[in-house]
């Protein structure tokens, strides 16, 4: 429920920001269209670009109103979670851009997973397969702090077989290290019965699902925000390029369809970064969700 409700907020703020940035363009867009009539009155324009303009600011104005329309419905969807009537959400808008993503370059305690209802189910159906549970945590737990991939080493070295170095720190060797040994945990439980050995296989399994999240996420938000510093820089040299094609037009040094293409690259660039941010914000909130809501 708080994952979801974090979710839905954050999608908000970037709706927000969205219609922000739409009604901006709103304003650049009107007051180039109002560029382009008097350029056509001076007869240094056609009744085409003066057309063209008038269609992108309609565009743009139909665009707002759809935005608003996500913002009511994702604003119930709060409420909805909340057990309220629709209303108002209230929120800080300005804070979405400035929002510092937490990095995590030290790493969690494997135990977090431990939070996890899935994994407290795997444990619970080891405890009704009479298998001691604290042995089959030492056997399956990663020993080290998880990250986005730490190698296989990280689990029981009594399950693991000789591979390549070349695997030793990929994500690849995570996963496979502990599945290929299926024979020794096996015959460590070979006076297990049938339902006592998948209740192990259920629990190594989940313990591999539960580590293989997390560690998506951590690789997510680490990339993410390296994508966010490059697609700023981009929304800064367009933003600026706006103002040098409406120069160069007003000098008949570029045509009508360079500034339109200019204005609509700028406002899918400043899309684009808003939706970067909302994918780290909500990497944060799966990060939390694949931990089971023991870290923040």
Known sequence: M??????????????????????????????????????????????LAVQKFEAEVLKTRSLQYEIQQQITETENKVNFLL???????????ETFNNAAVKQISAGLPAQLLANR???????????????????AKAQFYPSVRLSASVGYRAFNPAYLIKTPESLLYSLAGDLVAPLVNR????????????RQIQAVYN??????????????????????????????????????????????????????????????????????LVEIKKKQMLSLVNLYHALGGGWM
Do not use: C
């Open 117 to 135: 209802p899935d994994i407290r189910r795997a444990e619970q159906e080891l405890e009704a397969a009479k298998l001691d549970v604290k042995v």
């Open 203 to 272: 629990y190594e399994r989940t313990i591999l699902n539960a580590y293989t999240e997390v560690a998506n996420q951590l690789s997510g938000i680490a990339n993410l925000q390296k994508s966010y510093d490059l697609r700023s820089s981009q929304v800064d040299a367009l933003t600026r390029s706006i103002d040098i094609s409406n120069d160069l037009f007003k000098s008949a040094r570029a045509d009508y369809m360079e500034v339109l293409m200019t204005q609509r690259d700028a406002l899918e660039s400043k899309f684009e």
């Open 83 to 93: 057990g309220r009537y629709p209303q108002p959400v209230l929120r800080r808008t």
């Open 2 to 47: 708080i994952s979801e409700i974090a979710n839905s907020y954050f999608e908000l703020l970037a709706l927000d920001n969205e219609l922000s940035i739409v009604k901006q363009n709103i304003t650049i867009q009107t007051n180039a269209l109002e560029i382009v009539k008097l350029q056509k009155e001076a007869a240094r324009a056609t009744e």
């Open 183 to 194: 024979n020794a945990i096996k015959a460590e439980y070979g006076n297990a019965n049938a």
